[in-house]
Structures are given as structure tokens and as C-alpha cells.
């Protein structure tokens, strides 16, 4: 068997974020909703940090004047906020309301429901009894879950599992059968007792449906929620360029809701059903587009180092030409090594795509598909659009070169809720720390980023008495109109410390018997332990010097 995965440590991760309100799950007193998730007071704080330095790093603070480090010219970057439900042509031209699905198999006796490409197996055999165990576990949990299905299987027991015969290597069932090398009935469900269970697999759409208005009944009143905040931005490329004086090349970003009826949502927030994500969309002139393409895959990848994220447990990976939609000229993901999956293996943070003239052109033209290499409308049987575009010109008239054409757009498209859950991951450690008797004592501590970290600072009193209340009250009074701070005074102060290391705080501000005499407090950092002494009155400043 593999080497076993991080699980335990996930789970620890889980429970901390539960215990100290990061992240729980909907509608928890219900018994919770599969595929939805509630962030507590730390968890807000920490995603929302996290979607203002994509907004300001991204849109708000961008230098239009300056060329960046790898940028082909300078640029200009705008903001969005688009609606969750949009006309549903919008969908049908993007190619989701034909293409965004995923296939889904049933399995007749247990009841339950899989992601066909989720479930893999191995053929295994035991006394002429031959049968392919599958699972819908992922990373290392997936060989012991198939070793533990055949020891039941064929009724045996622990001591007697070495008898087993496992032929052929462990793989996809979707491509075993694709290769003819099993049909479904002699695959054993996951969670079935006897093989030929498994149903055809069939398509499922993953947009959220809903209907509009009161009278809502006829085809006509179908709309969906949005399964990406992009389309909001193309189908506004013409209104941006009209009224806001950007000229190409130039971006728009947006952050919002999403929503997938994922089959089987899974590791904790990772897949969702309801999501945010944090997108660009790049408008640049085509012969440009490649230098802008590894512009904004090298400055996106940045990004995160610069945020903190352990730069051997992210990977940059270009797809390979099989894996590209297709209309993408190139396609990379920045991924994370999540502690939920195998060893060696990672998990998509954001992809970065450069996606021609695709979308502008669906939403004129009409839903596009590729034929003898060129993106052309696709017909009906009647030779009209099978989905009609919007009819309006989108294309871009460059007044100084006097050129006019359509567009290129190159796509950064991250998730909020996943760059929450790889920061939380990256930031969690156990390590021992001394306590007030100098003996070593076990800590959990989140090193989040202090940008990131939901309370930047602490102020503790040492004890309850003396003034040291009122000279901590004061500051945390200065401080408050600058960051999120918290003051404390309940529990011994290495109590205290440690309640602030679990929830990231990178620095506490102690008031002791020092302080009423030279007003000075000590400032503990929460990585190194190294405690200083600073000027009560330069404390304001030298934080927001440190945040800046
Ligand atoms: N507009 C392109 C687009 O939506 P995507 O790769 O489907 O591309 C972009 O999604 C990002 O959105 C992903 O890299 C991921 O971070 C996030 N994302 C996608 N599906 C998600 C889900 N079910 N749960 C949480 N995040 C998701």
C-alpha cells in the first residue's frame, strides 16, 4: 500500500476551525447541508483580509503608470459587481447551460450517487471468485478502502487477506471501461454488498436552477445562478469600455458568489456547492496575448508566496494540450499540496487561461465550437445558431494605432473559500513553546500572514489590578480605529497567548509593572517568542508600519 496521507492531520485542522469558529458547517443544528459551509467570527475575518488583498493587491491599489516587473506595458485594472442571476442566453452562449456537467452514476442497492471519474478500483480474486472492487475515496485512503471492501467481500478474515489476488494496476473505472476491459456488471459499488449495482452513467448538469417571477411555470422563466462571476464581466466588457476611459490593454475584476450542484462535494470546503471566487478577466490586442499570459501566471503565483504559502507545497502546472478547453490557447493552475491528498499529489488553487477571443465573440456571435480548428458558430439542424449571441459589436477600436479588433482575454480565475483552506492549512502548527515555568508546554499556533490574520494584535493586561487595565483599555482604544485588536484580561497571560496562537494573532501586547513606571510594553512575537520592549506611544505606529 501507498504511503498514508495527512488525514490526521486535516482532521485536526478541521476541528480547530470548528472549536475556534473559523469555519462550520450550514445549518449545522439541522444536521448540516452537504457542500455548504458558515464562516464563524475568526473565519469571516480571515476571508474577508483574504479577498481585500486580491482587491487591493489586483484592482484598487494597481499602478497604472508604472510597468510591473514582467508586464509587457503599463495597464489598467477596474472593478465589477455583477448579479448572481443573469439572462439565461448568457449561459447558453457561454457553452454551460450544453457543456457544464459532470456524468453521474447510481448505485441501485446502497441508494447513493458518485461522480463517475471519482470512482477507481482494482480487479481482485480469491478462490475463482473474481470481482472489481471500486471506491470513491481519494489519495491514500483509496487502496485501504478497496482491501477492506475484498477482505468483506469474500468473507474473510484479517489474517486471510494475503490470499487475495489483485490483478492489473489500481485505476479509474470510467477508463477500464472505456477500455473494455470490464463492464459495469462486474464492478462492486462502493458501498454495495454484491457486484452489477452500478447504473449507465449519465450527464448531470451542475448549474443551481430557479425560476423568476411569481407566475414562474413556462421554460421561458428558467434561470440559473451563476457557476463563475467571469460572464458578468464579458457581457460588460462594452459597458466598461464606454464609460470608464479604459483603454486595452486593461482588466476587470470581480469577487462574488458562485454556485455548482457539485455530485459529491468533499474535503471540507474544497468543493463546495456555494462559493466565492475572485476573477480577472484581461482584455489585451491578440498579438500580445502570450507575453500577458505568463505575465499574470508568474504575478499570480507570486501572490501567493508573497502571502505566506510554503512555496514547496505549491505547484505551477501548465496543462497539457489534451487538457485544454477547446478554445484555450494555454492553461495553468497554481495548486496546493492539501494534507487531504495523497502524497505527491495537489490540488487546483486557481487557473490561469488564456482564452482568445472566445468569449467575447460567444456573446456576439453566438455559442462557438471548434471545427477544422477554427471557433465557429454551431448551427441546428435548420442552419440557424443553435444559441443565438447578443448581436452586439464587441469589438475594440484602438484610436491610436487605428486598429480595431476583438480582444484577447487572459483569465486568473482563484477561489476564495480554497485559498482560505490552503492558508489555513499552510498556517496550522504544533510545536512547544516555554510556559511561565519555563517548562515546555504543547501549542497549536496559526502563523497566518498578519495581513491575513484576523486579529493583528492582542492587548493583555498582566493582572486585573494596579492601572494596568486602564493603560490597556487606552491603547486598545489607539489601536482599534487601525486594525482588529482584541483585548483580554481573563486567565493567566500564557492562557491568554495561547488563545491568540490558535487564532493567528501575530502580536500581544503585554501591560505589566514596567509599563506605569516607563511606558513601555512588551510587544511577543508569535513565531519567533522574541518579546520586546516598545514605547507605549509608538506602538500605533510601528504595527501599522509592519502591516503596511
Ligand atoms: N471562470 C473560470 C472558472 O470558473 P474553474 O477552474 O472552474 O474556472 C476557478 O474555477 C476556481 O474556482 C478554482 O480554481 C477553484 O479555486 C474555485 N472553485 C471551482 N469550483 C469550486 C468548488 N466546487 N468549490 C470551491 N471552489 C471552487
Not at 470512482?119 to 480474486?125: E, P
Not at 490552503?422 to 498556517?427: E, K, Q, S, T
Amino acid at each position: 500500500m501507498e504511503k498514508q496521507n495527512d488525514q490526521s492531520r486535516m482532521d485536526r485542522i478541521v476541528s480547530l476551525a470548528k472549536r475556534r469558529g473559523f469555519i462550520f458547517q450550514s445549518s449545522e443544528i439541522y444536521g448540516g447541508l452537504n457542500g455548504f459551509w458558515d464562516y464563524g467570527p475568526l473565519g469571516v475575518a480571515l476571508k474577508r483580509n483574504l479577498k481585500d488583498c486580491w482587491w487591493r493587491d489586483m484592482v484598487a491599489g494597481h499602478d497604472e503608470l508604472a510597468t510591473l516587473s514582467g508586464a509587457p506595458s503599463p495597464y489598467e485594472m477596474a472593478g465589477l459587481d455583477c448579479t448572481i442571476i443573469m439572462h439565461p442566453q448568457v449561459w447558453k452562449c457561454s457553452g454551460h447551460f450544453d457543456l457544464f456537467h459532470d456524468w453521474m452514476i447510481d448505485c441501485r442497492e446502497s441508494k447513493r450517487r458518485y461522480r463517475y471519474d471519482h470512482l477507481n478500483g482494482r480487479w481482485a480474486a480469491h478462490r475463482g471468485k473474481k470481482v472489481f472492487v471500486t471506491t470513491d475515496q481519494s489519495g491514500d485512503e483509496a487502496p485501504l478502502s478497496i482491501a477492506a471492501k475484498a477482505q468483506k467481500f469474500f468473507g474473510l478474515r484479517a489474517k486471510q487477506v494475503d490470499e487475495i489476488e489483485w490483478t492489473g494496476d489500481f485505476g479509474s473505472l470510467a477508463a477500464a471501461v472505456a477500455a473494455g476491459t470490464l463492464t459495469l456488471a462486474d464492478a462492486l459499488g462502493p458501498d454495495a454488498a454484491a457486484p452489477g449495482t452500478l447504473t449507465e452513467p449519465r450527464e448531470f448538469n451542475l448549474m443551481f436552477e430557479t425560476r423568476i417571477g411569481a407566475l414562474a411555470g413556462n421554460d421561458d422563466d428558467r434561470a440559473f445562478l451563476r457557476p463563475e462571476t467571469a460572464q458578468g464581466i464579458f457581457v460588460n466588457f462594452k459597458n466598461v469600455v464606454d464609460t470608464s476611459r479604459v483603454r486595452v490593454p486593461f482588466g476587470i475584476g470581480q469577487i462574488g458568489k458562485s454556485f455548482r450542484n457539485e455530485i459529491t462535494p468533499r474535503n471540507f470546503t474544497f468543493r463546495s456547492r456555494e462559493f466565492e471566487q475572485m476573477e480577472i478577466e484581461f482584455f489585451c490586442k491578440p498579438t500580445d496575448s502570450g507575453e500577458w499570459y505568463r505575465y499574470w501566471r508568474d504575478r499570480r503565483w507570486r501572490w501567493y508566496l508573497d502571502l505566506g504559502l510554503t512555496e514547496g507545497k505549491l505547484q505551477l502546472r501548465e496543462h497539457d494540450k489534451d487538457e485544454l478547453s477547446h478554445y484555450s490557447v494555454g492553461t495553468a493552475d497554481i495548486e496546493y499540496a492539501f494534507p487531504f491528498l495523497a502524497a505527491g499529489e495537489f490540488g487546483e488553487l486557481e487557473g490561469i487561461a488564456h482564452r482568445g477571443d472566445f468569449d467575447l465573440r460567444s456573446h456576439m456571435e453566438g455559442k462557438l465550437v471548434r471545427k477544422d480548428g477554427e471557433l465557429v458558430v454551431e448551427t441546428g439542424d435548420d442552419g440557424k445558431p443553435r444559441h443565438r449571441g447578443s448581436g452586439k459589436d464587441l469589438s475594440y477600436f484602438d484610436d491610436i494605432s487605428r486598429e480595431r479588433y476583438v480582444p484577447h482575454v487572459i483569465e486568473p480565475s482563484a477561489g476564495a473559500d480554497r485559498a482560505v483552506l490552503a492558508f489555513l492549512c499552510d498556517a496550522y502548527h504544533e510545536d512547544e513553546v516555554p510556559d511561565e515555568d519555563g517548562k515546555p508546554r504543547s501549542r497549536t499556533v496559526m502563523k497566518l500572514h498578519p495581513r491575513l490574520a484576523p486579529v493583528k494584535a492582542a492587548i493583555l493586561p498582566l493582572v486585573k489590578k494596579d492601572g494596568m487595565p486602564e493603560v490597556a483599555i487606552d491603547l486598545y482604544r489607539a489601536l482599534k480605529p487601525h486594525m482588529a485588536c482584541q483585548y483580554d484580561e481573563k486567565g493567566s497571560v500564557g492562557r491568554r497567548y495561547a488563545r491568540q496562537d490558535e487564532a493567528g494573532t501575530p502580536w500581544c501586547l503585554t501591560i505589566d509593572g514596567q509599563t506605569l513606571t516607563d511606558k513601555t510594553v512588551t510587544l511577543r512575537d508569535r513565531d519567533t517568542l522574541v518579546q520586546t520592549r516598545v514605547a507605549i506611544d509608538e506602538v500605533v505606529s510601528m504595527l501599522r508600519d509592519r502591516l503596511a
